[in-house]
């Protein structure tokens, strides 16, 4: 009968998630998802290898509260007048991207997240590149049209993809 008692408040612990204390329940409050004016982005690093590139970025959080990211970044190609190019996505491995698995990452205060975008530099015979001036980067999770940053760089892309990891609490390097 004692084991049929702990079995119960346990699968009503499981269930709830709370703890009585002096006659009050305290619950785990859910860590929200990062707010764009939270976050500060910055690349850390770039390479280029067989005609790919990639480039690694870094969100921080910069706010004293915890919050969360998990998934891909939205990723929109600009032109110099900040329009938008046709941007094909990619969530696969690449030549310079290993596949990642989806992950919730939680940035504390001054914590970090990182992805990378990777793309390729060599025009396909016959073809040719789209030069992008802005790439818009949009944290996974929010839909604000505010982006935490857009980049400035003069980037050719060839074959019109762009590889997006998934955002990580470690970058890759190789």
């Known amino acids: 009968m004692l084991l049929r008692g ?28 990062c707010r764009p004016a939270q976050l500060t982005l910055s690349s850390v690093s770039e390479g280029a290898a067989g005609g ?14 915890a919050c969360v990211l998990q998934g891909y970044p939205r990723v929109q190609l600009l032109d110099a007048h900040h329009r938008a ?14 596949l990642t698995p989806v992950r919730i990452v939680r940035l504390n205060r001054d914590g970090a997240a990182f992805f990378s975008l990777e793309w390729g530099d060599n025009p396909p015979v016959g073809s040719h590149c789209v030069v992008s001036r802005y790439v818009l980067l949009i944290p996974p999770g929010t839909s604000s049209p505010q982006p935490s940053g857009g980049w400035a760089e003069r980037w ?10 998934p955002v990580a609490s470690k970058a890759f390097y190789y």
């Open 85 to 98: 190019l046709p941007t094909v996505v990619l969530h696969v491995a690449g030549y310079l991207t290993p």
């Open 52 to 65: 790919s590139v990639r480039e690694v970025f870094r969100w921080r959080n910069r706010s004293t509260a």
């Open 6 to 33: 702990f079995l119960i408040a346990g699968l009503l612990f499981a269930a709830f998630g709370s703890i009585r204390q002096g006659g009050s329940s305290v619950f785990s409050q859910p860590i929200p998802t």
């Open 156 to 165: 050719p892309i060839c074959g019109l993809y762009l590889n997006v990891s």
